[in-house]
């Protein structure tokens, strides 16, 4: 009862969303008229209201729910990227302006991203490796539903049963892994095994966390769309309905990086004299260089001879998780800063590009690059607005893509291996040509014959235009979110 | 005396057996049961490693929690399979062959 009591006021966030998310449930089974719309703003209300109560769980550094989850800095940053990504995704993307999701219920919808959202956060704030599992899977499922959610669809229907399949498996064999880890160290709370780790692990159990670390990788891979676990990314993207695929490439993957960090960061660190070393039974950090090398060299070749608009921004975000690993590999306090503010420039810079493929594939009914031609003269506005997007997933200053680039390059020099900021590098470039492809296809080439002027509705436009803000002011008020990142690591750090 | 080792032997062959379903099957029915296969591998280690070695029951509590999750996936999963089903008239993964490039 007293840990209830305690565990309560860092909690508001998923309890505030769970009272949304059933509420939604009940309006839409009830039938009554202008259900659609009260689902909706029930939806927003839910999140606006757990947007301040997430922020607010990270005042303090402990332990909830005796000891399944954790109310700590890390946490509140995560909480309010995930619920401020379900709340533009609402705002931005709705049923009217995706032809897609046209004539489909709207309170499953709803329903279903609110419970996504509640996965997210607990799969942010996870302490406790069967909390870890439960929260992965919770955010898998749901996301299976939304990706089949366009039920009549071949595409939609394969793209959800190769997300399903793969997801299962992977999954699978990462809890295989988790089962050995609680055999090898007796405990599944992620404190206990940095304690256990840190108390050196005797040299016969240093080859089984090794091969813990490869089985546990198999599901943080798959949520992060990594290399070798990727092979859904392409399919699920292409298949599901674009708002859906907008949402899966920026929220399940920051909550995936978010227990990527506290595993490998949490469990199996040391924290030596002033810097973070890998537990030195394990070399977890050559095997995640490794992922992350082979993730955005495939993300970007791959990218390369693509014209489907979402395959192509498919493949661009696998590269996006490589480059987003740096931060992890790094294994210091500004590498992990550097991937706080990597997944907060890339919240922006890639619901943006989503969000005017939509808008394109609403007016147009295609995501095929070669019809993008001519574009300029049709709709320039979006035209200006996707390069501005695109600039900013290729890093050009000075764009907030540029200062995510910036602080985990930096963080990489700083600590990790020359060659690795190199091949990093090498990748932008390669990355920059099929972005810079995209602006050709839209800005210079001429469409084969004329057609009308594409005349976008009010409330698209200004949605286009914050994310355009959102890409262009962050560097403004730089000092503020750079110390918002860092005052998220301090107290982690501490531990 | 049957002991731990027995036990994760038994667990080793089932996650084998599992992987090796789910590699080898074109039914999506079937892969399922691989995919079973996995999950209780990891179950019987959890519980043997809280019998035999832990002295603590969070193992025996984490597989009960794993059961849970398993049904509500496989009901998801097998959803899935049946829209499969309706849209082409077989359960065949070869069928899915839309989405590729």
């Known amino acids: 009862m007293q840990e209830i009591a305690r565990s309560l006021p860092h909690f508001g966030a998923e309890l505030v969303l769970t009272v949304a998310l059933l509420l939604v449930v009940l309006v839409d089974a009830s039938g009554m008229r202008g259900r659609n719309g009260l689902c909706r703003a029930l939806t927003v209300l839910g999140l606006l209201g757990a947007l301040p109560l997430g922020a607010v769980s990270g005042r303090v550094a402990d332990e909830i729910w005796s000891g399944m989850l954790v109310a700590d800095p890390l946490g509140a940053f995560f909480k309010v990227l995930l619920v401020a990504a379900s709340l533009l995704l609402v705002l931005a993307f709705t049923f009217r302006n995706s032809s897609e999701l046209h004539g489909l219920g709207h309170g499953e919808f709803y329903a279903l991203l609110l419970a996504v959202t509640i996965s997210n956060l607990l799969l942010a704030a996870a302490n406790d490796i069967a909390m870890l599992y439960l929260a992965l899977e919770m955010v898998s499922i749901t996301s299976y539903v939304m990706v089949a959610y366009l039920k009549g669809d071949r595409l939609s229907n394969e793209a959800s049963l190769k997300y399903v399949l793969f997801g299962a498996v992977s999954t699978g064999v990462m809890l295989y892994g988790l089962s050995l880890l609680y055999g090898l160290a007796g405990t599944t709370s992620i404190p206990a095994l940095r304690d256990f780790v840190a108390a050196g692990v005797p040299a016969e159990g240093r080859g089984a966390l090794y091969l813990i670390a490869l089985l546990t990788l198999a599901g943080f891979g798959f949520k992060t769309a990594s290399v070798p676990f990727h092979f859904w990314c392409p399919d699920?993207?292409?298949?599901?309905?674009?708002?859906?695929?907008?949402?899966?490439?920026?929220?399940?993957?920051?909550?995936?990086?978010?227990?990527?960090?506290?595993?490998?960061?949490?469990?199996?660190?040391?924290?030596?004299?002033?810097?973070?070393?890998?537990?030195?039974?394990i070399d977890w950090v050559q095997l995640l260089i490794a992922v992350s090398v082979a993730t955005m060299t495939l993300g970007n070749v791959a990218a390369l001879t693509q014209t489907n608009m979402k395959r192509l921004l498919a493949y661009s975000s696998i590269a996006h998780a490589g480059f987003l690993m740096m931060g992890v590999v790094a294994l210091s306090e500004n590498g992990a800063r550097g991937l706080l503010v990597y997944l907060f420039a890339y919240l922006f810079m890639n619901l943006g590009a989503f969000l005017v493929v939509t808008?394109?594939?609403?007016?147009?009914?295609?995501?095929?690059?070669?019809?993008?031609?001519?574009?300029?003269?049709?709709?320039?506005?979006?035209?200006?607005?996707?390069?501005?997007?695109?600039?900013?997933?290729?890093?050009?200053?000075?764009?907030?893509?540029?200062?995510?680039?910036?602080?985990?390059?930096?963080?990489?020099?700083?600590?990790?291996?020359?060659?690795?900021?190199?091949?990093?590098?090498?990748?932008?470039?390669?990355?920059?040509?099929?972005?810079?492809?995209?602006?050709?296809?839209?800005?210079?080439?001429?469409?084969?014959?004329?057609?009308?002027?594409?005349?976008?509705?009010?409330?698209?436009?200004?949605?286009?235009?914050?994310?355009?803000?959102?890409?262009v002011l962050p560097l403004f008020f730089w000092s503020a979110i750079e110390g918002w990142a860092r005052s998220s690591l301090a107290l982690y750090a501490r531990l | 005396m049957i002991g731990l080792q027995h036990y994760l032997l038994v667990s080793a062959a089932l996650f084998s057996l599992g992987i090796l379903g789910v590699l080898t099957r074109r039914n999506a029915v079937n892969v399922l049961m691989g995919i079973e296969l996995i999950l209780n591998s990891a179950n019987l280690n959890l519980v043997a490693f809280s019998r035999y070695g832990a002295g603590n029951l969070n193992g025996q509590l984490f597989a009960v929690f794993v059961i849970v999750i398993a049904a509500a996936e496989v009901a998801v999963a097998l959803a899935i399979v049946l829209t499969l089903y309706r849209l082409r008239r077989t359960p065949n993964l070869d069928a899915a062959d839309l989405l590729r490039g």
């Open chain 1, 236 to 281: 699920v993207y292409q298949g599901a309905a674009t708002p859906v695929t907008a949402f899966l490439s920026v929220a399940p993957k920051a909550a995936g990086f978010a227990i990527l960090l506290r595993f490998f960061f949490g469990a199996l660190s040391t924290r030596g004299a002033g810097a973070w070393d890998y537990a030195w039974t």
């Open chain 1, 359 to 471: 808008l394109i594939h609403h007016h147009e009914g295609t995501f095929d690059l070669r019809d993008y031609p001519g574009m300029h003269r049709r709709q320039p506005f979006l035209t200006v607005a996707m390069a501005i997007f695109l600039l900013s997933l290729m890093g050009i200053p000075p764009l907030v893509g540029f200062m995510g680039k910036l602080y985990v390059f930096a963080a990489i020099i700083e600590r990790g291996p020359a060659w690795y900021a190199v091949v990093a590098a090498v990748n932008a470039a390669v990355a920059a040509y099929y972005y810079a492809r995209i602006m050709k296809t839209m800005i210079i080439d001429e469409a084969a014959s004329e057609r009308p002027a594409i005349r976008l509705h009010g409330a698209d436009f200004a949605w286009v235009l914050i994310f355009v803000l959102g890409n």
